[in-house]
Each structure stands twice: as structure tokens, then as C-alpha cells.
């Protein structure tokens, strides 16, 4: 399985940006797909989910009303549409896979329960 993660950019604060998360493999569908980031000095931070399905969405509420994540499973990819940027959310942005497990449902917010991770793509929002 492999992610490759792009979009980021710089862009000023009340901006948006539109990352991708493009997936290889034939069992996309099964897996939990998440977005992370990590600030210099800061450790990785969960940012938004959504399962397999797509039916269900989560958020950390510091993006909470400002990000939007979907999926397009035909094309195997992940989208956050992040608008309203603000400086704070300076960060590189990881995507990242793991089945859609009951378990997985309860820990999504853990860096630690994802299975595969994309590169990252660095998002810089200037004030």
C-alpha cells in the first residue's frame, strides 16, 4: 500500500488550500483513511478521519467547521478542503490508512493505529 499525499502550498491566513491523498492498492475501500499534522517542535496531531464508506466523518475540534474531508473511492483518493486557514495551522499534512475496524472506529485519533502513511506535503499559512 502506498499514499502519496499533495497540495499544500503557502497561502495567507483566511485562505484555502485542497490536499489529496492518492491510495495504490485494490482494498481501498476497506480502510479508514485520516489526516495528521506535525509543527516543528510539536508532535503529530490527528485532524480529521473518515471511514471506509464514507459515511462518517470526524474532526479535531481545532479544525472543526473550517475543514472538510471526503473520498472518492472509485479514484482512491482522500481530500481535506481546509478553508479559513489560519497561521496555526502551519504544519506538514500526513495522510494515512487503516482498516475499518470497530477497534479503529474507537481510536482513530491515535497516530498509532494507522497502518500506512503518506509523505507529507508542507502547508504554510502566512499572517
Known amino acids: 500500500v502506498q499514499l502519496q499525499a499533495s497540495g499544500g502550498g503557502l497561502v495567507q491566513a483566511g485562505g484555502s488550500l485542497r490536499l489529496s491523498c492518492a491510495r495504490s492498492?485494490?482494498?481501498?475501500?476497506?480502510?479508514?483513511m485520516g489526516w495528521f499534522r506535525q509543527a516543528p517542535g510539536k508532535e503529530r496531531e490527528f485532524v480529521a478521519a473518515?471511514?471506509?464508506?464514507?459515511?462518517?466523518?470526524y474532526y479535531a475540534d481545532s479544525v472543526k467547521g473550517r475543514f472538510t474531508i471526503s473520498r472518492d473511492n472509485a479514484n482512491n483518493t482522500v481530500y481535506l478542503q481546509m478553508n479559513s486557514l489560519k497561521p496555526e495551522d502551519t504544519a506538514v499534512y500526513y495522510c494515512?490508512?487503516?482498516?475499518?475496524?470497530?477497534?479503529?472506529?474507537?481510536?482513530?485519533?491515535?497516530?498509532?493505529?494507522?497502518?500506512?502513511w503518506g509523505q507529507g506535503t508542507q502547508v504554510t499559512v502566512s499572517s
Open positions: 494515512a490508512a487503516g482498516l475499518d475496524t470497530l477497534d479503529m472506529r474507537l481510536a482513530f485519533r491515535d497516530s498509532r493505529y494507522y497502518d500506512y
Open positions: 492498492g485494490r482494498t481501498y475501500s476497506r480502510y479508514l
Open positions: 473518515i471511514t471506509a464508506g464514507g459515511g462518517r466523518t
